[in-house]
């Protein structure tokens, strides 16, 4: 199940998010990519998977299905839509899997948040929510542990229209739905609403979420704390994690502005809503590496 001691890993979508998990792959000391499949050989992301020297194939989910032993765990970086055809095909063959699609049919994710549920669960389907979710739903859910009454969240995502790929805008309304469900489920507010803009100001910007909060009489002194503590949390694997307007009350809400500077592996540092999602998935691979869930050779 190991290759030189380490988790053998695939990653199916050769696009911008599949060639940056790559990279950071290529850095862990527990994971080694044994296949990088896309459609394309001609692709910038199967090039760069070549020149590295990663095995690389143009059949997809097929690389796969043709060779099983290949790996113990999978990265979907392809769209909603095909994970569905995927996860039928990988559950059979026992694969962990990581979904960064928002096709939400396995169980959502933030490491911050429920690492250890996931890691313990017996789950073999881990969905990373979105972009805009593993950005908002922490903070969101650091309020909700000071109340547990938020009548209404609001996230608003702004990131720079070049970082945003086919895959990201052939699945908006997936990526509205994953993540407005994904942020009731982590702070039990009445009612969730998610926003995405794609900004195509040159230079592009930074990828910034606010998060409005509805609540009544709020402890902005203990919700400041929470979301402190948990911007600590989020820094320790999404270096570039920062809570740039803390804590205010305006009106009847409480807000708060984060922003996510990437690491500018194979992204611009602009692109931080790709850097975060990816972030959060190697942190949860990495736990799955060093857990033993995976038998030994």
Same mark, same amino acid.
């Not at 998935?281 to 030994?296: K, V």
């Given at each position: 199940?190991?290759?030189?001691?380490?988790?053998?890993?695939?990653?199916?979508?050769?696009? #911008? %998010?599949?060639?940056?998990?790559?990279?950071?792959?290529?850095?862990?000391? @527990?994971?080694?990519?044994?296949?990088?499949?896309?459609? #394309?050989? #001609?692709?910038?992301?199967?090039?760069?998977?070549?020149?590295?020297?990663?095995? $690389?194939?143009?059949?997809?989910?097929?690389?796969?299905?043709?060779?099983?032993?290949? =790996?113990?765990?999978?990265?979907?970086?392809?769209?909603?839509?095909? @994970?569905?055809? @995927?996860?039928?095909?990988?559950?059979?063959?026992?694969?962990?899997?990581?979904?960064? !699609?928002?096709?939400?049919?396995?169980?959502? =994710?933030?490491?911050?948040?429920?690492?250890?549920?996931?890691?313990?669960?017996?789950?073999?389907?881990?969905?990373?929510?979105? =972009?805009?979710?593993? /950005? &908002?739903?922490? %903070?969101?859910?650091?309020?909700?542990?000071?109340?547990?009454?938020?009548?209404? *969240?609001?996230?608003? &995502?702004? %990131?720079?229209?070049? /970082?945003?790929?086919?895959?990201?805008?052939?699945?908006?309304?997936?990526? $509205?739905?994953?993540?407005?469900?994904?942020?009731?489920?982590?702070?039990?507010?009445?009612?969730?609403?998610?926003?995405?803009?794609?900004?195509?100001?040159?230079?592009?910007?930074?990828?910034?979420? !606010? *998060?409005?909060?509805?609540?009544?009489?709020?402890?902005?002194?203990?919700? @400041?704390?929470?979301?402190?503590?948990?911007?600590?949390?989020?820094?320790?694997?999404? +270096?570039?994690?920062?809570?740039?307007?803390? +804590?205010?009350?305006?009106?009847?809400?409480?807000?708060?502005?984060?922003?996510?500077?990437?690491?500018?592996?194979?992204?611009?540092?602009?692109?931080?809503?790709?850097?975060?999602?990816?972030?959060?998935?190697?942190?949860?691979?990495?736990?799955?590496?060093?857990?033993?869930? !995976? /038998?030994?050779?």
């Amino acid at each position: 199940m190991t290759l030189r001691g380490k988790l053998k890993v695939a990653i199916i979508g050769s696009g #911008n %998010i599949g060639t940056d998990l790559l990279i950071k792959i290529m850095r862990s000391e @527990h994971m080694i990519c044994t296949l990088f499949a896309g459609r #394309n050989f #001609n692709s910038a992301g199967m090039k760069r998977a070549n020149l590295l020297g990663v095995t $690389i194939s143009d059949r997809g989910i097929e690389a796969i299905v043709n060779d099983p032993a290949i =790996c113990d765990l999978v990265f979907d970086c392809t769209s909603a839509h095909a @994970h569905i055809e @995927h996860w039928a095909i990988l559950e059979k063959l026992g694969k962990y899997v990581i979904d960064m !699609t928002p096709a939400k049919l396995g169980v959502f =994710c933030i490491p911050a948040i429920n690492a250890a549920e996931c890691l313990n669960g017996g789950i073999r389907n881990i969905n990373m929510i979105t =972009c805009g979710g593993q /950005s &908002s739903i922490p %903070i969101a859910n650091a309020i909700a542990q000071v109340h547990n009454n938020i009548e209404y *969240i609001e996230v608003a &995502s702004s %990131i720079a229209s070049r /970082s945003a790929g086919p895959a990201t805008r052939h699945n908006l309304d997936e990526y $509205i739905e994953t993540t407005q469900d994904a942020l009731q489920n982590f702070s039990n507010a009445r009612r969730t609403k998610a926003i995405l803009i794609l900004n195509p100001a040159n230079p592009p910007i930074d990828m910034q979420t !606010t *998060i409005y909060a509805k609540i009544a009489n709020p402890d902005l002194p203990a919700i @400041h704390s929470a979301v402190m503590a948990m911007v600590e949390k989020l820094k320790a694997y999404v +270096p570039g994690y920062k809570l740039i307007v803390p +804590p205010t009350i305006e009106g009847d809400k409480v807000i708060t502005t984060i922003k996510v500077l990437g690491a500018g592996d194979y992204l611009p540092q602009y692109a931080g809503n790709l850097d975060i999602i990816n972030c959060a998935a190697i942190a949860m691979a990495e736990l799955i590496a060093t857990s033993n869930l !995976t /038998s030994e050779a």
